[in-house]
């Protein structure tokens, strides 16, 4: 009976600082914790973990020991000498490099393993345009991921996660958006006031299919607790879902305010933790276990420069394609036969987030979130009937705000409709590599009623993408 809170790549808690032991003001961790006061010096994406005592009680409240104070009813709930593992995760900070040689080390003498290789690290390449330095997408400077994670062993896989496209107020500064509906299958709250406004005024939220509304409930508490929303009466969060009720027990609806706070809390720039975790802990795709992914890519200067990032919550069937193997196929995973042997098997979804720092409209932003779907249909999906693929495009671009004191329009730069293929092409490759990064990370997992998603078995899929001649021999992979 734990609750974990792990703070992805910089192995602080949320809220505290990596450059000292001591956590910042405000912190829900204890400073005396050992191994996080250890793992404060690390700038790599290794997973760390601090545990302390919590109870599920049987009136179903999540109560945890020592300086947590925040209760959640999970309705279902009955005594159990288990309770759900809550974990918040965050990107750190950028200049892991240097560390690498320490990151290993103190993973291995803390019993933690380094996260999974990306796709691109064995060699692989998707498309043409170069990366950004992250490959993802808080590669659009300002952009924040927070994950929070609750597992229950055989019950509870599940999680949210949280996409900020700047660190200030985003009710007071709202910034240019867009939808756009694939298969609209799902629930995706909040996107007819964007639709028709074009804004976005609060993060985006990930989460399970019966918990949108929790997570928008403890969404919009949050807004209308920041500074200056003093007097706003009228909130519009913007909440996506993928349904991980095959590994997860989704009529629990175990996801609300607390996982909701510790995701905002923990929400960074840098390295974005992928696989299963937040959003995607329940999640699988393409017969395998999916997840959370990431990429980016970063225009040349002659094209404008501008970097487009992709974040996905992949949840989809189809057959898999790598770089235009017919992976899923000579694997033996075939769509008809899944059809016909699983039920479930077109039961999925595809949260697709388009983060730009070019100052774009909404008009454009939603020609952009067309292209994602595209991206999609790469990597093997045919948007099944029971599939909620969705696209949400934004731009962080500081001089595109909407600031709430503004009454004239402001004058800004612009890039012209001409100039946007690009920018298209940018969104494919960086949808395409994002869902592949998400079975990349992704591990197996055993779930609800025994159900197993099995990880990607990535020897077999590297020995076919090298028999394409798809796997570069200089990357090392076997």
Not at 62 to 70: E, M, N, S
Not at 99 to 122: D, M, N, Q, T
Not at 277 to 286: D, H, K, P, R
Not at 435 to 459: I, R, Y
């Amino acid at each position: 009976m734990r609750l974990m809170a792990a703070s992805g790549s910089v192995g602080v808690q949320p809220g505290g600082d990596w450059r000292t032991a001591a956590p910042s003001p405000g912190s829900s961790q204890p400073t005396d914790d050992a191994f996080l006061t250890r793992a404060r010096l690390c700038l790599s994406p290794v997973r760390r973990t601090a545990r302390r005592p919590s109870r599920l009680a049987a009136d179903g409240e999540l109560r945890h020991a020592g300086t947590v104070t925040a209760k959640e009813r999970i309705p279902g709930a009955t005594k159990r000498t288990r309770a759900p593992t809550v974990s918040c995760t965050a990107p750190g900070k950028s200049e892991f490099a240097r560390k690498a040689a320490l990151v290993l080390l103190l993973s291995l003498l803390c019993g933690h393993s380094v996260s999974a290789a990306r796709i691109r690290e064995y060699g692989v390449v998707i498309g043409e345009l170069p990366t950004g330095p992250l490959n993802a997408v808080t590669d659009v400077e300002g952009v924040r991921v927070g994950h929070a994670t609750i597992r229950e062993e055989g019950e509870l896989y599940t999680g949210v996660t949280v996409i900020l496209p700047h660190g200030g107020n985003l009710f007071q500064e709202k910034v240019p958006a867009a939808v756009f509906v694939a298969n609209g299958f799902g629930k995706l709250i909040g996107s007819t006031q964007v639709y028709e406004l074009g804004v976005l005024e609060t993060p985006i939220a990930l989460t399970s299919t019966l918990s949108v509304w929790k997570v928008a409930d403890a969404l919009a508490e949050w807004v209308l607790e920041q500074p200056g929303n003093e007097d706003v009466r009228s909130i519009n969060p913007l909440v996506g879902e993928c349904n991980d009720g095959y590994l997860s027990n989704i009529r629990r609806r175990a996801v609300g305010r607390q996982a909701v706070r510790q995701a905002l809390e923990a929400a960074r720039p840098g390295p974005v933790e992928e696989g299963s975790i937040g959003a995607g802990t329940g999640t699988t795709c393409l017969g395998f276990k999916g997840g959370i992914g990431t990429a980016s890519r970063r225009l040349p200067e002659s094209l404008g420069g501008w970097t487009v990032g992709v974040l996905v919550q992949t949840n989809f069937g189809g057959s898999l394609t790598v770089a235009g193997v017919p992976v899923g196929r000579l694997l033996g995973k075939l769509v008809l036969d899944q059809a016909f042997r699983d039920s479930r098997a077109e039961h999925g979804s595809c949260m697709m987030i388009l983060a730009t720092d070019a100052p774009l409209t909404s008009r454009q932003l939603r020609r952009l979130a067309t292209r994602a779907p595209l991206g999609l249909s790469r990597v093997g999906s045919s948007m099944a009937h029971g599939s909620g693929d969705y696209a949400v495009a934004f731009s962080a671009h500081p001089q595109v705000r909407e600031l709430s004191e503004r009454r004239k329009p402001a004058a800004y730069p612009r890039v012209p409709d001409d100039e946007l293929s690009p920018l298209f092409q940018a969104v494919v490759e960086a949808t395409e590599e994002a869902v592949l990064n998400s079975l990349f990370a992704a591990e197996t997992v055993v779930g609800w009623k025994g159900h197993t998603a099995e990880a990607l078995p990535k020897d077999k899929v590297l020995s076919i993408l090298r028999r394409y001649g798809v796997l570069s021999e200089e990357s090392g992979a076997q």
